[in-house]
Structures are given as structure tokens and as C-alpha cells.
């Protein structure tokens, strides 16, 4: 078996590769969710200044690349490579929001689960000697998402009591292999899982088996004790999808529910903001782990995080052929 | 600067990584150019029993994964990722195609680049010692992209001269640690290029600019001698991207043109076909490396090649906002 390897689906990084910068730009709705305090800007409204809801999610990219960067204290020419996604058709939020950047460019597609792909390749692509630095980052767009996926906004279609809301926002972390900050030291990659679920209104619930795979991969492999985590995160199943995710981890005797928690599940006030199950969104877990947990553990609050963003590898014209959901999640795990 | 790297865009792979097979299944209308007899099957009809032209991708994909498995003599379990992308909105040939693989999974989005930059990747994972066995496939379909990007086929709309035609097909490497076959020796990262040009029907002229950039970048980083390939092939600039590029590169002082060809002006005869500009796709440059390039190496007929796959990154999205198309192009260099 390679050398790094320690599973079927996990790999240990041997030298430190940190977060040494992370930042995250959300829309109005995030902003005023139980997470606004960790954000790095909050838009006033969802073109910010643009001419359409596709270049307000390129501009949030290209915004949220320069702020990781500034932290960083790196210029664009010390960055290697970066790695980046969306949700939207052909990924042109990423493409034209980074096509002025000038810098060695991967794009990937996880759906919602980019986030902790980009992290996983970019680990791997430091510790294996390749790069010092690599930036890591993802978008989602509301109104973006809904004109392409779902209905015309201007509809004002119903919402099903099991959709989630595509957060808008974008989240970067600066990964290298210098300076300070938590590390990244196991990449768990999923397996595409598809359990038969066609209801594109319930993502959490086609989601959840997914996540619960490759958490139970993640410990497999490793052998390491859930105890020591102080979270265990899952990045956006929502309300819904959490549950079943914890639900299905118990029956296979992986009891996690009193450090495990969900982005999705997080990002809003359900009570309050009427977004029903949930945040969903490539930006969702992004802007989580670039806010909340990063910030958590800057100070020593979060000490071990296990973060696995979850992903719905579907499109439209899959569900009008009557497909089901094939769903992915990748876990990265990082420690201060 | 980082260990295994050259130079601002290039890593120099340092331990054998081996392409030890390589599979590619085409559509009629490419089992009719003149490179039928590299490929390992060409399928009767575009639909191959399936409902829909997408759902005949997502087979076109797990088909020739299959068949590259079985040439390398391995089973799933030995495969330790596999890297996929296609042209379809979220990629859904790749997730639908790979779905029972139960593989771990990296999806990239590189438009017809992908086939480069999955390799690149897995290159980087296997030198990295993260994995001994990483499979890398793209694929396209002619009607399936048309009416994606253009217009229903039934329309039958005529197609401007610049226009090239996209290849039914998929193709896939497996690269690994051990065993025989040609050696990935660098890998030369894209930056996006965007020079302005805005007609999505021709795209050759707006990525030839890309693969010159990351052309030149190789050389300038790796100071090995353009004499040196036997073989430098870009991926679907087709004839008039081809020959901007060749252009391009002349006014920059290099001079390639008895050693340069592209995937997308050879897949197809442009005179006898009415394909006017030639082949484009992911797929494309995918199964013209499975096929000819590899099995000419194979023979030892092309010692050393410069593989440079190109890709558009936009979507018909960005084309009604008036938008640029953004491009970029990677290469990775083979030798026997």
C-alpha cells in the first residue's frame, strides 16, 4: 500500500500543512443568522453591484480569494495553485471569478462537498512536495442556485417543509506548509453512494448515507476514537439529514451525537429565518469552516474538528430522467 | 520553493508514474475518421441502448473504466481514486457513470482540459505517495453537448465554419506506481486565460492563447529542448486553433511546427466529414490519447509526448451576459 496511505479511503498527511488564513463573504440572509458575528463581510444585497446573480458569485469568489490572501500576507505570484468550485453550470463562478488571478488553477466539482475536496487535494498536493501554498475555496449563490436548479425566484414557488436554502457566500482557506495555524492531518475521500432517494427537495435525507459512509470510513481507517473530537461536523445535510445521519451512524454503533453537528443545520435561525430544513450550498460549509471553526480553533475552542461537506451529484435534467440522487462526502480532519 | 517543483507552473514527478492502460470508446461518426483503428470500441448508435443521450455518457464512462481495469489487469478495490469529469451540467456523466464503482472519488471540471488535468493530479497523488493506482477518464457526446450548449439537434441548425464538432466518446488512463508503460514525467498547471474573444463558436481561436501560455510555460520551466518531444498535441483547438496557436508561438521565438498536431484536427476528416473545424469535447483529446498516442507508444513509434489538453471554461450562461470566454490548458509530459 502507498506509503501515506492508511485505508481504503484515507490518507495521513506527514508534514504539517496549516490553514494559515481563512475567509468568508456571505449575503444578507446569512447575515443575519446565529453565525454573522464570524463572517468577514456581509453583502447588503445579492447583485452587490453586479448585473446579474452569476457575477455577484464570481465577485464573491474573487473577493474572498483577495481577503485570504491579504491575511495570509501572501501575494497571488506565492500562491501554487488553486483549487476551486461551484455549483453553477460549468462552474463559472469560479472560472471568471479567478480568471484574473493569473495563478495555476484546478477547478473541481463536488457539488457541495467542493469544499473539503479542494482541502483534500490541496493537502495532498503540499505534503507530497508539489506546492507551498495553495488556496482552497468554494461559492454558492441563492438566487443563482434556485433560477438554475429549481423555479424562477419570480414565481415565488412554494417551498417543499424539506428543502434547504442555498446560502450565499464563499468561503477560501489559504493551506502551507509554513506559518501558523490548525492542521490538516487525515483526508478521508468518499465514494459516490447512491441509495435510490429521487426527491431533489430532500437532499439532506439523500445526503445523510453518504456522509454516514465515509464518517465510519474516516474511523475505520484511522482506528481514531470519536472522543477525540471535539466536533464532527457535516456540511449541509440541514435538519432533516443530520438526523438521519446520526441515526444510521448509531445503528452501526457510532455514537457521535454529542460533539456532531451539521453547517447546514447551523448557518441559520430556523426558527426565525424561515429557510425550513436548512442552508445548503457549496458556500454553506465553506463559510463555516472559513468562520466559525476556523475562528474556534484560532483561539483554542475547537482543538480537533472532523469536517466532512457532503455533496448531491445530481443536475435537472438527471431528475427530469427520473434518476436518483448519487450523493458524496469528503472528510479532512484538522487539529490545532 | 517546494521540492518536486521547477518553476512557477511546473512539478517534476519524481518516482515512475506509469500510464499501464489505457481504454477509449467512440461514437460512429468518430469509428469513421481516421483514428477507428486505435480505438477499443465503436459504439453502433448514439443512444447504445440507453434512454437518453446522457444516460449513454454516464455508460460511455463506466464502460471504459471498465474496460482500462480489466487491460491493467486490476479490480476496484485496487483502484484507490478515481478522477472523472465531463461536460455536462454537474457533471453528471462522471457521477452517474462511476456510481457503483465504489471507489473514492475526486469529480474536476477542467471543460475539454479535464483529461490533462485528471492526470495531473493523479500523478501528483501517486508520486505524492498517497496511492498506488489512480484512474483518470473524461468523455463527451455530440448530442448530448449540442443540446446543452446549442440547440435541439431537431432543429437542425447549420454551423458556422469555425464551429468544431464534439466527439462521442470517453477515454481512460490508469496510472500506477508499478508495472509497464509510458512515464508521466511533469505536469505544467494552466493558468485561466482570457483574451477577450466572445464567440462561443469558436472556440478554438479563444483557447489557442491558453495552450500557447502553458506551452511556452513548460519550456521556460523546465529548459528541456521542444526537440526533444516527438510529439507536442494540443486538445481541441482544432484547425484554426491549431494554427493561431503555432502562430502564437512563432512570435514568441518557438518554433514547433514539424512536431506539433492537435486531438481535435486529427480525430476527424475535416474534408470528407463536414466537421469544419474539427473534433472538440472532453472526450477528444481523452481517446485520442487512449488510442493513438498510447498505442504508439507502446510500439515505441513516439518516444516522448507533450500532452496539452484545452478547455473553455464557459457556459451558455456567461455567452447571454455577454461575457468572454475564459480558457485554460494543461499539460503533462510522457515518455517511454
Redesign the interface.
Known sequence: ?????IG??T?KIQNPVRIVSAAGIVGPKEGQGPLRHYFDEIIEDELWGE??W??AESKLQRETFAKALNKAGMST?EV??VIA?D??????AS??G??E???????????CSTMA?SM??GS?????????NVACLTSSHFCAAEK?FRFPLELGSQRPPTSQWTVTGSGCVMLS?KGTGPCITHVT??????MGIKDANNMGSAMAPAAADTIIGHFYDTGIAPESYDLIITGDLGRLGKNICDELLRRQGLEISDRYNDCGAMIFDMERQDIHCGGSGCGCSAVVLAGFIYQKMQKGELKNVLFVATGA??????TQ?G?SI?C?AHAVSIRI
Do not use: H, W
Request: proline share 4%; hydrophobic share 40%; glycine share 10%.
Open positions: 500500500m502507498a506509503e501515506k496511505r481504503r479511503q490518507i448585473k446579474s452569476e457575477k505570484g501554487d495553485y468550485g455549483l453553477l453550470n460549468q462552474c463559472i472560472n471568471f479567478l480568471r488571478s493569473m495563478i495555476p488553477f484546478f477547478g473541481v466539482f463536488g457539488a475536496e483534500s487535494l495532498m498536493i503540499i505534503d507530497g512536495g508539489f506546492a507551498d438554475q506548509n475521500t468518499g465514494k459516490i453512494i447512491d451529484l445530481l443536475s435537472p435534467t438527471s430522467q434518476e448519487p458524496i
